[in-house]
T-cell receptor
């Protein structure tokens, strides 16, 4: 059975801190790994990673994939209160484009 | 926002009644999904579709059925709602890249 595990499940930091969120996976036919941010409503897309070792960056957020060790990290530098959200990791299979999600990491950034 | 609309956005229903949730897209994407989101479980796949009349089960499909008679519509039906189906339901669409999510339907079964 496909499995995606995120850690930590929750994290409380102060503004300005740097955080690292983890995602490990076991998927039979891996195609890509995706990160989403969920505030009060629908998850919104952050990154898609398909190749090992290539960092994707968007502002203060960055992510990298290790296909040998089967994990990815999401880094957020200089955190702001607006970064408070659930961060979801999902893995896409090659067949049928199914997405399997992890439980999510609840990040709270305090002023 | 991707052209994806869920209806209704909120619903309260009684145990044992049938309920249908609708997902409508204007993007002509091939793949459509129904997920439920519950505390402690993240997003769990109920059913998905890879084309008109082509559907398959996800990890939590018991008690749910789906239909896709047109590319743009994907219906999720609870034949006889139970309290364990109280949840937030998300529809998502995808065309070989990232998935885009609808705004969610909060369903309460009393």
């Amino acid at each position: 059975e496909d499995k995606v595990v995120q850690s930590p499940l929750s994290l409380v930091v102060h503004e300005g801190d740097t955080v690292t969120l983890n995602c490990s996976y076991e998927v039979t036919n891996f195609r890509s790994l995706l990160w989403y941010k969920q505030e009060k409503k629908a998850p919104t897309f952050l990154f898609m990673l398909t190749s090992s070792g290539i960092e994707k960056k968007s502002g203060r957020l960055s992510s990298i994939l290790d296909k040998k060790e089967l994990f990815s990290i999401l880094n957020i530098t200089a955190t702001q209160t607006g970064d408070s959200a659930i961060y979801l990791c999902a893995v896409e299979e090659t067949s049928g484009s199914r997405l399997t999600f992890g439980e999510g990491t609840q990040l709270t950034v305090n002023p | 926002d991707a052209g994806i609309t869920q209806s209704p956005r909120h619903k309260v229903t009684e145990t044992g009644t049938p309920v249908t949730l609708r997902c409508h897209q204007t993007e002509n994407h091939r793949y459509m999904y129904w997920y439920r989101q519950d505390p402690g479980h993240g997003l769990r796949l109920i059913h998905y579709s890879y084309g008109v009349k082509d559907t398959d089960k996800g990890e939590v499909s018991d008690g749910y059925s789906v239909s896709r008679s047109k590319t743009e519509d994907f219906l999720l039906t609870l034949e006889s709602a139970t309290s364990s189906q109280t949840s937030v339901y998300f529809c998502a669409i995808s065309a070989y890249t990232e998935a885009f999510f609808g705004q969610g339907t909060r369903l309460t079964v009393v």
